[in-house]
């Protein structure tokens, strides 16, 4: 029997983590907080430790739930400093359609109500390839 280092391949941790193999190689593993290879590999295939991978991936992948008052209106602004999703990525996404459209339109500012927001975040993708 031969023995099998510990530790997973890019295509395990991908299937645990229910994401496309080439997004875990191509996207989180060149984030600088990627967790180093175990040394030996399996095959041609690098290892990783999976609990340094889970850290990695609660810190950087999943996206954190925020708290927002579900009747409550909010500008693209102060969506922006309690999600972290900018200004300009809510623009972007309203113009694919894959952002709701305001709930007040009557000031300057467009405005979204709490649970409006809560849905929309739901459906993104949690990495952000210049969070640091």
């Given amino acids: 029997m031969v023995d ?16 496309a193999e080439t997004t875990v190689r191509n996207q989180w593993a060149r984030h600088p907080d990627w967790p180093a290879p175990l040394p030996g590999k399996r095959g041609k295939f690098l290892v990783f430790d999976p609990a340094a991978v889970d850290q990695f991936v609660a810190a950087h992948v999943d996206r954190q739930a925020v708290d927002l008052e579900p009747r409550r209106l909010y500008t693209a602004r102060e969506i922006e400093q309690l999600t972290g999703v900018t200004s300009a990525a809510i623009r972007a996404d309203r113009s694919k359609g894959r952002w709701p ?27 952000r390839k210049g969070d640091e």
């Fill in 4 to 19: 099998t280092p510990p530790g997973e391949t890019y295509a395990e941790i991908a299937a645990r983590h229910a994401r």
């Fill in 101 to 127: 459209e305001p709930d007040d339109r009557s000031g300057r500012a467009h405005r979204w109500y709490g649970a409006s927001v809560t849905a929309a975040l739901a459906g993104r993708r949690g990495y």
